[in-house]
């Protein structure tokens, strides 16, 4: 918290803080609507970059393909009761442990016309017992139909005719498999769809923390809240040579108004000749122009000698941290501000923000067009 001493007769005490307003919600929710563009471009870049990856990567670079058949068989266990069969019964872990043993293996390339070495065959081998215990189901996977075919005809002669175990009577082929193309579960829009939204929260989210670590100046009540500095508005604001002529009302006869910029790259001419475009009733020739302290620190000088000082500052641009300076230097040089203005303002915002429409003469003297 800091107190400085307001500028002019008659001024009272007043306490800035500085970055600690409250959040604007609406200001925010305006400043997000600005960005838009920026998000919808985010988003499609996100949807061509992952979702695009995705279908590259599963569609278009997809490897050979690949076929299934699954044969279903019957197995008959020694056993003479329900409980007998629950004790002897091989479950699906049991019965891939078996098919990858060496021993099947054998019995199964025993079958085939090819040679295929004992880790291929083992590799198209997969075993499933569902809800009955006594079916079986065995799928051979292949990367041509002729070869998933040879495999599955091997492992049915296999399982019915050379497997033996002591807890099985016998097996039989309830089904026989017939080999078919495995079409991978590829779900292109689902991947579009998420990579759109994700894209979109990030950026969203990524935005949100930028706006509100932000010390951009947006809104003329942000410098009062902020530093406690009376704002005049903006060159185009309702009422604004009003308030010009009320804070600069006590000034000293021959002692001049200075507009003093904040930041290096507003032109102090052309913001002064702008003001007496605007006002002019008020900004008359004894106001006179002076560069920002950023810029020359020696302007203390003449702002000393001053009646009063109106600060511009330009909105947006990282003004906040500038201005923060130029107070607290301005003040150690013994430079009472008066008030300040906003510069360059976006006004369609400021008219968005306030619900208000100006005139078109109000328009004109802040230099806003009717598009």
């Known amino acids: ?31 997000m609507l600005h960005q838009l563009p920026m998000i919808a471009a985010v988003t499609c870049a996100g949807i ?11 569609v278009l670079l997809r490897s050979q393909k690949e076929y299934a ?19 002897s019964y091989i479950n ?3 019965w891939n442990t078996y098919m990858q043993s060496q021993m099947f293996l054998e019995m199964v390339s025993g079958h085939l016309g090819q040679e295929i070495t004992e880790q291929e065959l083992g590799e198209t081998l997969e075993a499933f017992v569902w809800s009955d215990l006594r079916v079986l189901s065995v799928t051979v996977t292949a990367d041509s139909p002729e070869k998933c075919q040879d495999i599955t005809r091997a492992a049915e002669k296999a399982l019915t005719c050379d497997f033996v175990l002591g807890e099985i009577d016998f097996i039989s082929v309830i089904d026989p498999g017939v080999p078919e193309e495995v079409i ?41 809240r902020r530093y406690g500095v009376r704002t005049a508005g903006t060159p185009g604001s309702r009422g604004l040579e009003e308030n010009l002529r009320y804070f600069f009302r006590n000034r000293e006869e ?25 006002c002019p009733e008020t900004v008359d020739a004894g106001w006179f122009a002076a560069a920002s302290p950023l810029k020359d620190p020696e302007v203390c000088r003449t702002l ?10 330009k909105a947006g641009g990282h003004g906040g941290k ?50």
Not at 69 to 87: G, H, I, K, P
Not at 202 to 224: N, R
Request: with cysteine.
């Open 1 to 31: 918290m800091t107190e400085r001493e307001g500028a002019g007769a008659g001024a009272e005490l007043w306490k800035g803080c500085y970055g600690k307003e409250p959040f604007d919600l609406r200001l925010t929710v305006l400043r």
């Open 48 to 58: 061509l970059l992952f979702g695009g990856g995705y279908y590259v990567k599963n």
């Open 69 to 87: 058949a699954t044969s279903v068989f019957r197995v008959e266990y020694a056993a003479d009761s329900v409980e007998d069969l629950m004790q």
């Open 92 to 94: 699906e872990m049991s």
């Open 184 to 224: 991978p579960d590829v779900r292109v829009g689902r991947a579009l769809i998420l990579s759109g939204v994700l894209s979109c929260f990030f950026c969203v989210v990524l935005l949100l923390l930028k706006e509100t670590g932000d010390d951009k100046i947006w809104l003329p009540s942000l410098i009062f």
């Open 254 to 278: 021959g002692r001049g108004i200075a507009v003093c910029m904040v930041q290096e790259d507003l032109e102090p001419e052309q913001v002064l000749w702008q003001l007496r475009r605007t």
């Open 304 to 313: 000393r000698q001053a009646g009063g000082i109106l600060l511009a500052v």
């Open 322 to 371: 500038k201005l923060e300076y130029v107070l607290e230097y301005l003040e150690q040089q013994d430079c009472r501000v008066t008030a300040a203005i906003l510069w360059d303002a976006d006004e369609k915002l400021i008219n968005r923000y306030y619900g208000k429409k100006r005139t078109k003469y109000e328009r004109a003297g802040a230099g806003v067009s009717d598009e």
